[in-house]
């Protein structure tokens, strides 16, 4: 790439990554509005005030805008082509030897290292913000996330977990979980029910289980006996993160909890697909980005000269929704017919690039 054809790509990027920056400026301003407004419902409830309500919704900015840029760099390409285009600056680029090839290059690059930089802080600011952020909503029910309906279950080998009723405990600068009303359904090999232990509370000290003020029911052949017990430790792979995994969305879930959970289900023979779905969602993340972006390039080599930014941005919002609703669709069908979610995070985007190049930019 000679010096005129790097200055020019250059001068591409920055104009395509300022009406992304615009646009994505805009939509999450209206939709950090619009999640502030929804929930003065909730202001008063349980201790639940104006300030929680505005911190609670800006801790949700990173998760947000990550969601977002998908659909955001479609439209800002295409404004920023636009623009380019209604100038007729694309033209002076190929008139001075710049390839369609590199006008492509410097129109992608903003989109895919955005990508990148999201999936970095999606991963560690991102993530630790939306758990704070629930933390603050947790203010709205009466008691911890954990004690809703029926309270939380979990399996471990052959043991199954149930917890009533849970808070989050801190002291000293330590935090931990502390359950209530505590069950342990134990299952023989022959499928019966072998044992049920329960304890009034359970806590989880330095990765230490302890129950508290236990009664164990055992089931012989021919008697049942009854041990009433004080505290004693519990040995279990079952961890703080998984038990909150099971009432937490699995988009709020780092890469890392995402692969421990699904590793936990599939050593139980449980369906880690809900898992599997957001994981591999994430790693297809910047995949779907850069197709979604050259799926729009045809237009920016021909329409958009002369439809202005209506046009651009009419474009941008249809290829960016379509490909939101195909992907939720592709992937709905993954979980009816059982087939690999990956299939369907390729197939959305490959399906918007096959009808951008081979129809619609013929036609508009």
């Not at 630790?128 to 080998?157: C, I, P």
């Not at 599939?266 to 197709?291: C, H, M, Q």
């Not at 439809?307 to 195909?326: D, H, N, Y």
């Amino acid at each position: 790439m000679n010096r005129i054809g790097r200055e020019m790509t250059e001068y591409l990027a920055l104009t395509v990554l300022k009406t992304i920056a615009l646009v994505w400026l805009v939509l999450l301003g209206f939709d950090l509005i619009n999640a502030f407004y929804n929930s003065f419902s909730d202001v008063g409830k349980n201790g639940f005030t104006l300030n929680y309500a505005l911190l609670s919704t800006l801790f949700t900015t990173p998760r947000r805008a990550y969601d977002l840029l998908p659909v955001v760099s479609v439209i800002g390409l295409l404004l920023g082509l636009g623009q380019l285009a209604g100038k007729s600056e694309l033209i002076a680029m190929a008139s001075v030897g710049v390839s369609r090839l590199q006008i492509a290059i410097g129109a992608l690059l903003p989109a895919v290292l955005l990508s990148g930089v999201m999936i970095i802080t999606n991963e560690t600011v991102g993530i630790a913000s939306e758990k704070q952020a629930m933390s603050l909503n947790s203010h709205k029910a009466s008691k911890f996330t954990l004690a809703r309906y029926s309270g939380v279950w979990a399996k471990d080998g052959d043991l199954y977990f149930n917890a009533r009723s849970g808070s989050a405990k801190g002291s000293g600068g330590k935090a931990w979980l502390e359950l209530a009303d505590v069950r342990l359904y134990r299952v023989g090999k022959d499928g019966a029910l072998a044992s049920i232990t329960q304890a009034k509370s359970a806590s989880n000290q330095s990765d230490q289980w302890q129950l508290n003020d236990v009664q164990r029911t055992t089931f012989k052949p021919d008697s049942v006996l009854l041990e009433r017990m004080g505290r004693i430790p519990w040995k279990t792979q079952i961890t703080n993160e998984s038990l909150e995994a099971t009432l937490t969305s699995p988009g709020n879930l780092s890469m890392r909890e995402l692969r421990s959970n699904i590793d936990y289900l599939e050593r139980n023979k449980l369906d880690a697909r809900v898992f599997s779905t957001a994981y591999w969602g994430r790693w297809f993340y910047p995949f779907k980005i850069a197709l979604l972006c050259l799926s729009v390039l045809p237009f920016a080599f021909g329409s958009l000269r002369s439809g202005g930014l209506g046009k651009s941005l009419f474009l941008g919002i249809v290829v960016g929704v379509s490909a939101m609703l195909l992907e939720r669709l592709f992937v709905s069908l993954s979980d009816v017919y059982r087939f690999d979610v990956r299939v369907a995070y390729v197939l959305a985007p490959l399906s918007v690039f096959a009808l951008c190049w081979g129809y619609l930019a013929k036609r508009i």
